[in-house]
C-alpha cells in the first residue's frame, strides 16, 4: 500500500463538516462548490482557511481582495452539497431557492454564512489554500450541521 492509500484511508476516519463556498467571478457569474476543507485561524483578526482544487471552476476567481462565502450545510442539504461537487451539475447549482444572490452569494437556509474577503493565496501543489478575513457572520440557532465520514454523509 502507498503512503497516498494509507493517508486517504486515515483520513476516512476524520468527521468532517460539509459546506458550501460561493462567490461571484469579475463578471457577476454565480459560482459554488463543495469543501470541506475549512477551518477557522484566528479571532484576531477573524479568519479562516479553505481549500480549492486549483481544476476547479471557482479557482481562478479566487484573487486578492475578492469576497466569498462560507456556508456550512444541514442535514437537509445532501441534494445540494452533490450538485455542488458535481462538474456534471454545475447548471444545477444555483436552482434552491434559498440562494440569495443580490451580493456575494449565500444559502440562507444554511447552518451558518461566514462573509469573507480574500486576504492570501497559498499555492501547494495541487491546491491553493485561500485564507480569508471574516466581514460578517449569520447563523441559525438550531444546530444540524451536515457531515462526511468515510465516504458517505452523516
Known amino acids: 500500500m502507498t ?10 476516519r476524520y468527521i468532517y463538516s460539509v459546506s458550501i ?12 462548490i463543495t469543501v470541506s476543507s475549512v477551518t477557522s485561524i ?11 482544487n486549483k481544476n ?3 479557482h481562478d476567481s479566487l484573487k486578492l481582495g475578492t469576497k466569498f462565502c462560507v456556508n456550512l450545510l444541514t442535514k437537509d442539504h445532501i441534494g445540494l452539497s452533490d450538485i455542488c461537487s458535481s462538474d456534471d451539475k454545475y447548471s444545477e447549482r444555483f436552482i434552491d431557492k434559498t440562494w440569495n444572490t443580490a451580493t ?4 440562507e437556509s444554511a447552518q451558518s454564512n461566514i ?6 493565496l497559498v499555492s501547494f501543489h495541487t491546491h491553493s489554500i485561500v485564507i480569508g478575513l471574516v466581514e460578517d457572520a449569520k447563523f441559525h440557532e438550531e444546530i444540524s450541521t451536515l457531515t462526511y465520514v468515510d465516504g458517505s454523509y452523516k
Open 115 to 120: 462573509f469573507c474577503i480574500v486576504d492570501n
Open 56 to 58: 476547479s471552476r471557482i
Open 3 to 12: 503512503i497516498q492509500d494509507s493517508f486517504r484511508l486515515a483520513m476516512r
Open 21 to 32: 463556498m460561493s462567490n461571484k467571478d469579475e463578471d457577476k457569474n454565480l459560482n459554488a
Open 104 to 107: 456575494v452569494p449565500f444559502l
Open 42 to 52: 484566528s479571532m484576531q483578526p477573524p479568519s479562516l482557511l479553505v481549500c480549492i
